[in-house]
């Protein structure tokens, strides 16, 4: 079973996208969730993470707080990450995977197909 984003693209400073993550089964339904980015030249980073259950808390990276939100629907086995007010330093490709701790990229394999971000200035 694989991770697929989708929902990136080219857009301009101060500009939003909404990016979704889906996976056949209950791979997204059944685990906390994480958003990570990875620019080139850089290490994958943190980016949000939301809880399974508990009522979906929620626990984001410093350098997106305010401008970014993870959600997610169980139902469709959906994660999604709205991100609001891009910045050029938020270009890179964008995964989600399940995560054991907050705020930590997990040792996660295979990550999955990304999706490109790319904020012009």
């Known amino acids: 079973v694989q991770l697929q984003a989708c929902g990136g693209g080219l857009v301009q400073t101060g500009g939003s996208l909404r990016l979704s993550c889906a996976a056949s089964?209950?791979?997204?339904?059944?685990?906390?969730m994480g958003w990570f980015r990875q620019a080139p030249g850089k290490e994958r980073e943190f980016v949000a993470d939301?809880?399974?259950?508990?009522?979906?808390?929620?626990y984001y990276a410093d350098s997106v707080k305010g401008r970014f939100t993870i959600s997610r629907d169980n139902a469709k086995n959906t994660v999604y990450l709205q991100m609001n007010n891009l910045k050029p330093e938020d270009t890179a490709v964008y995964y989600c995977?399940?995560?054991?701790?907050?705020?930590?990229?997990?040792?996660?394999?295979?990550w999955g197909q990304g999706t490109q971000v790319t904020v012009s200035s």
């Open positions: 995977a399940p995560f054991t701790d907050w705020g930590r990229v997990p040792q996660y394999d295979p």
């Open positions: 089964g209950s791979l997204v339904s059944l685990n906390d």
């Open positions: 939301i809880s399974r259950g508990g009522g979906h808390s929620t």
